[in-house]
């Protein structure tokens, strides 16, 4: 753990303009908006990549965009927080549309294939489609961290937990509940 989500909790105790000055900076490159420098600089201690950098500021706007007063739910992954919210959308469809590509999934396929300069953007409109659900943003940070592998170990684990938690039905399952009613 990084411990940068505690950090900014800590300092939102303390000073309640942290949350509009890091969601502010949204609207900038990562690391570029300079009023949160004082929120995200002193966490960052010393020397670090520009990649590691971006993420810092990404994930600490994110945090101030998606912050709400008295959550008390277990946090999510965005992959697990997606299905959530796509399985909702799916209950509300008539059977023949329950199996095809939603428009949650899409973008969450979407952010799955972003690359660097694409990933903000695409993170800034899944996490405010899941403004309901509490996202855990430590486990995001430390996958953001490792988005540039070349194996794509955290958009294959992002895209196992949106697909584990949809309750789609393979179609194993379905034509053995046929022969099973038959």
């Known amino acids: 753990m990084s411990g940068l989500i505690e950090w900014l909790e800590k300092l939102n105790q303390s000073d309640s303009k942290v949350r509009a000055v890091l969601r502010r900076s949204l609207a900038f490159e990562p690391g570029q908006h300079v009023p949160a420098f004082p929120y995200v600089e002193p966490f960052l201690r010393g020397d670090v990549s520009r990649w590691r950098r971006d993420t ?13 007063e008295g959550r008390e739910e277990d946090a999510l992954s965005v992959g697990k927080a997606c299905a959530m919210f796509d399985r909702e959308k799916r209950d509300s469809m008539g059977m023949d549309d329950k199996h095809k590509l939603t428009s949650t999934e899409k973008r969450f396929i979407a952010l799955l294939d972003a690359d660097e300069d694409q990933l903000p953007y695409r993170l800034r409109q899944v996490v405010a489609l899941l403004k309901e659900y509490t996202i855990d943003f430590e486990y995001m940070f430390t996958d953001l961290l490792n988005w540039q592998d070349q194996q794509k170990r955290t958009q294959n684990k992002w895209a196992r937990d949106f697909y584990q938690h949809l309750n789609h039905e393979p ?3 379905k034509s053995s509940q046929k022969e099973n009613a038959a």
């Open 171 to 173: 179609e194993s399952d």
């Open 56 to 68: 810092h500021y990404l994930v600490a706007g994110l945090w101030g965009m998606h912050w709400r």
